[in-house]
Protein backbone atom coordinates (compact mmCIF):
# COMPACT_ATOMS: atom_id res chain seq x y z
CA UNK A 1 0.00 0.00 0.00
CA UNK A 2 1.31 3.46 -1.09
CA UNK A 3 1.88 5.93 2.09
CA UNK A 4 2.74 9.49 1.90
CA UNK A 5 3.45 11.06 5.27
CA UNK A 6 3.87 14.67 5.31
CA UNK A 7 5.48 16.53 8.02
CA UNK A 8 7.61 19.96 9.12
CA UNK A 9 4.83 22.25 8.79
CA UNK A 10 4.36 24.92 11.46
CA UNK A 11 4.13 29.05 12.39
CA UNK A 12 6.86 31.34 10.97
CA UNK A 13 7.17 34.87 10.63
CA UNK A 14 7.48 36.54 7.08
CA UNK A 15 11.31 36.38 5.87
CA UNK A 16 11.40 33.07 7.39
CA UNK A 17 12.38 29.83 6.66
CA UNK A 18 11.00 26.30 6.57
CA UNK A 19 11.75 22.83 5.33
CA UNK A 20 9.02 19.64 5.09
CA UNK A 21 9.57 16.49 4.52
CA UNK A 22 7.71 13.41 3.09
CA UNK A 23 8.43 10.00 3.78
CA UNK A 24 7.37 7.73 1.13
CA UNK A 25 6.31 3.76 1.12
CA UNK A 26 4.84 1.33 -0.69
CA UNK A 27 6.58 1.44 -3.80
CA UNK A 28 9.60 1.75 -5.95
CA UNK A 29 10.19 5.17 -4.49
CA UNK A 30 13.52 6.38 -7.16
CA UNK A 31 11.42 4.96 -10.26
CA UNK A 32 8.46 7.82 -10.08
CA UNK A 33 8.32 11.89 -9.80
CA UNK A 34 7.31 13.78 -6.85
CA UNK A 35 5.56 16.95 -6.35
CA UNK A 36 4.35 19.10 -3.74
CA UNK A 37 1.04 21.01 -4.12
CA UNK A 38 -1.16 23.46 -1.79
CA UNK A 39 -4.01 24.77 -0.53
CA UNK A 40 -4.70 28.41 1.26
CA UNK A 41 -7.29 27.66 4.00
CA UNK A 42 -10.65 27.50 2.16
CA UNK A 43 -9.38 28.47 -1.47
CA UNK A 44 -8.22 25.80 -4.53
CA UNK A 45 -4.93 23.55 -5.07
CA UNK A 46 -2.14 25.41 -6.48
CA UNK A 47 1.02 23.06 -7.94
CA UNK A 48 4.04 24.16 -6.61
CA UNK A 49 6.82 22.04 -7.11
CA UNK A 50 8.20 18.84 -8.68
CA UNK A 51 11.19 16.46 -9.12
CA UNK A 52 12.40 13.27 -10.99
CA UNK A 53 13.05 10.18 -9.80
CA UNK A 54 16.30 10.10 -10.13
CA UNK A 55 16.34 13.82 -8.22
CA UNK A 56 18.37 15.63 -11.76
CA UNK A 57 15.31 17.33 -13.02
CA UNK A 58 13.05 20.08 -11.06
CA UNK A 59 10.54 21.87 -12.00
CA UNK A 60 8.54 24.99 -9.66
CA UNK A 61 5.57 27.21 -9.87
CA UNK A 62 6.20 31.12 -10.90
CA UNK A 63 5.06 32.18 -7.45
CA UNK A 64 7.99 30.33 -5.59
CA UNK A 65 10.89 30.31 -8.44
CA UNK A 66 13.90 31.56 -6.36
CA UNK A 67 12.52 30.67 -2.99
CA UNK A 68 11.80 27.18 -2.77
CA UNK A 69 14.04 24.32 -3.53
CA UNK A 70 12.84 20.63 -4.22
CA UNK A 71 15.00 17.62 -3.11
CA UNK A 72 14.87 13.83 -2.73
CA UNK A 73 16.61 11.41 -0.77
CA UNK A 74 16.04 8.15 -2.60
CA UNK A 75 18.58 6.33 -0.03
CA UNK A 76 15.91 7.26 2.73
CA UNK A 77 12.63 7.37 0.70
CA UNK A 78 11.94 11.00 1.27
CA UNK A 79 11.27 14.36 -0.99
CA UNK A 80 11.70 17.83 1.04
CA UNK A 81 10.49 21.13 0.20
CA UNK A 82 13.04 23.93 1.55
CA UNK A 83 10.91 26.91 1.99
CA UNK A 84 12.72 30.57 1.90
CA UNK A 85 11.68 33.96 2.04
CA UNK A 86 8.29 33.08 3.05
CA UNK A 87 5.93 35.69 2.34
CA UNK A 88 2.03 35.61 4.03
CA UNK A 89 0.54 34.27 0.86
CA UNK A 90 2.37 30.87 1.05
CA UNK A 91 0.16 29.93 3.88
CA UNK A 92 -1.55 26.59 2.97
CA UNK A 93 -1.63 22.98 3.73
CA UNK A 94 0.92 21.56 1.63
CA UNK A 95 0.52 17.95 0.46
CA UNK A 96 2.98 15.38 -1.15
CA UNK A 97 2.05 13.57 -3.99
CA UNK A 98 3.49 10.78 -6.01
CA UNK A 99 3.20 11.32 -9.94
CA UNK A 100 1.61 8.38 -11.81
CA UNK A 101 5.23 7.75 -13.73
CA UNK A 102 8.58 9.42 -13.77
CA UNK A 103 7.84 12.14 -15.60
CA UNK A 104 6.41 14.84 -13.58
CA UNK A 105 3.86 15.88 -16.18
CA UNK A 106 1.95 12.90 -15.45
CA UNK A 107 -1.71 12.93 -13.09
CA UNK A 108 -1.05 12.41 -9.36
CA UNK A 109 -2.46 9.20 -7.95
CA UNK A 110 -2.05 9.19 -4.03
CA UNK A 111 -1.30 12.00 -1.64
CA UNK A 112 -0.39 12.79 1.63
CA UNK A 113 -2.32 14.26 4.75
CA UNK A 114 -0.69 17.23 4.22
CA UNK A 115 0.89 19.55 6.52
CA UNK A 116 0.54 23.40 7.45
CA UNK A 117 2.46 25.93 7.15
CA UNK A 118 1.62 29.10 8.73
CA UNK A 119 3.26 32.20 7.95
CA UNK A 120 2.81 35.57 10.31
CA UNK A 121 4.16 37.77 12.77
CA UNK B 1 0.43 29.70 -17.98
CA UNK B 2 -2.43 27.49 -18.95
CA UNK B 3 -5.62 28.76 -17.24
CA UNK B 4 -8.66 26.19 -16.17
CA UNK B 5 -12.25 27.56 -16.05
CA UNK B 6 -14.32 25.36 -14.35
CA UNK B 7 -18.36 25.97 -13.63
CA UNK B 8 -20.31 25.70 -11.56
CA UNK B 9 -18.40 26.88 -9.01
CA UNK B 10 -21.20 25.45 -6.81
CA UNK B 11 -24.06 22.81 -6.99
CA UNK B 12 -26.63 21.63 -4.80
CA UNK B 13 -27.96 18.05 -5.95
CA UNK B 14 -30.62 15.31 -5.09
CA UNK B 15 -29.62 11.94 -4.78
CA UNK B 16 -29.59 9.63 -7.92
CA UNK B 17 -29.75 13.11 -9.86
CA UNK B 18 -26.88 13.03 -12.50
CA UNK B 19 -23.99 15.77 -12.11
CA UNK B 20 -22.38 17.26 -14.83
CA UNK B 21 -18.83 19.46 -14.20
CA UNK B 22 -16.88 21.49 -17.02
CA UNK B 23 -13.50 22.44 -17.58
CA UNK B 24 -12.36 24.64 -20.12
CA UNK B 25 -8.39 25.76 -20.72
CA UNK B 26 -7.13 28.69 -22.23
CA UNK B 27 -5.74 27.05 -24.86
CA UNK B 28 -5.91 23.21 -26.67
CA UNK B 29 -4.38 20.49 -23.82
CA UNK B 30 -5.14 17.77 -26.03
CA UNK B 31 -6.21 15.13 -23.81
CA UNK B 32 -3.69 16.36 -20.92
CA UNK B 33 -6.63 16.66 -18.03
CA UNK B 34 -7.41 14.95 -14.60
CA UNK B 35 -10.01 15.35 -12.55
CA UNK B 36 -9.32 15.10 -8.64
CA UNK B 37 -12.15 14.36 -5.43
CA UNK B 38 -11.88 16.37 -2.64
CA UNK B 39 -14.10 15.67 0.66
CA UNK B 40 -13.79 17.41 3.93
CA UNK B 41 -10.72 17.10 5.65
CA UNK B 42 -9.28 15.01 2.99
CA UNK B 43 -6.77 15.09 0.23
CA UNK B 44 -7.36 15.19 -2.96
CA UNK B 45 -8.22 11.71 -4.88
CA UNK B 46 -7.85 10.75 -8.49
CA UNK B 47 -10.77 10.15 -10.14
CA UNK B 48 -10.37 10.30 -13.97
CA UNK B 49 -6.54 10.53 -15.85
CA UNK B 50 -6.13 12.11 -19.08
CA UNK B 51 -9.55 13.04 -19.80
CA UNK B 52 -11.73 9.71 -19.78
CA UNK B 53 -9.58 6.89 -18.38
CA UNK B 54 -10.69 5.33 -15.31
CA UNK B 55 -9.33 4.32 -12.21
CA UNK B 56 -9.10 1.27 -10.19
CA UNK B 57 -11.20 1.33 -7.33
CA UNK B 58 -13.10 4.65 -8.10
CA UNK B 59 -16.77 3.99 -8.42
CA UNK B 60 -18.09 3.45 -12.45
CA UNK B 61 -21.15 6.16 -12.07
CA UNK B 62 -17.82 8.78 -12.50
CA UNK B 63 -16.96 9.43 -15.63
CA UNK B 64 -14.98 11.79 -17.70
CA UNK B 65 -14.74 13.19 -21.67
CA UNK B 66 -13.74 16.16 -23.60
CA UNK B 67 -10.60 17.18 -25.84
CA UNK B 68 -8.75 20.61 -26.83
CA UNK B 69 -9.54 23.00 -24.40
CA UNK B 70 -13.62 21.50 -23.33
CA UNK B 71 -13.89 18.70 -20.84
CA UNK B 72 -16.93 17.06 -18.63
CA UNK B 73 -16.76 15.41 -15.51
CA UNK B 74 -20.26 13.07 -15.11
CA UNK B 75 -21.21 11.46 -11.68
CA UNK B 76 -24.51 9.21 -12.55
CA UNK B 77 -26.85 8.84 -9.94
CA UNK B 78 -25.68 11.21 -7.17
CA UNK B 79 -24.97 9.23 -4.38
CA UNK B 80 -24.80 10.95 -0.66
CA UNK B 81 -21.24 10.34 -0.18
CA UNK B 82 -20.04 12.44 -3.30
CA UNK B 83 -20.38 15.66 -1.50
CA UNK B 84 -17.26 16.82 -1.97
CA UNK B 85 -15.21 19.31 -3.92
CA UNK B 86 -14.08 18.55 -7.84
CA UNK B 87 -10.83 19.99 -9.04
CA UNK B 88 -9.75 19.34 -13.04
CA UNK B 89 -5.58 19.92 -13.51
CA UNK B 90 -3.75 19.78 -16.95
CA UNK B 91 -0.50 18.46 -17.70
CA UNK B 92 0.34 19.72 -20.82
CA UNK B 93 2.34 22.15 -19.86
CA UNK B 94 3.49 23.52 -15.96
CA UNK B 95 0.68 22.26 -14.01
CA UNK B 96 -2.46 24.75 -13.07
CA UNK B 97 -5.79 23.68 -11.53
CA UNK B 98 -9.04 24.95 -11.88
CA UNK B 99 -10.99 26.35 -9.49
CA UNK B 100 -13.13 23.85 -8.27
CA UNK B 101 -16.64 22.63 -8.24
CA UNK B 102 -18.52 21.98 -4.84
CA UNK B 103 -21.16 19.73 -4.73
CA UNK B 104 -23.77 19.58 -2.03
CA UNK B 105 -26.61 16.95 -1.36
CA UNK B 106 -29.61 18.40 -1.00
Known amino acids: EVQLLDSGGGLVQPGGSLRLSCAASGFTFNTYAMSWVRQAPGKGLEWVSAISGSGGATYYADSVKGRFTISRDNSKNTVYLKMNSLRAEDTAIYYCAKVTSGWYLDPLDHWGQGTLVTVSS | EIVLTQSPDFQSVTPKEKVTITCRAS??????LHWYQQKPDQSPKLLIK???QSISGVPSRFSGSGSGTDFTLTINSLEAEDAAAYYC????????FGGGTKVEIK
Open chain 2, 27 to 32: QSIGTG
Open chain 2, 89 to 96: HQSYSSPT
Open chain 2, 50 to 52: YAS
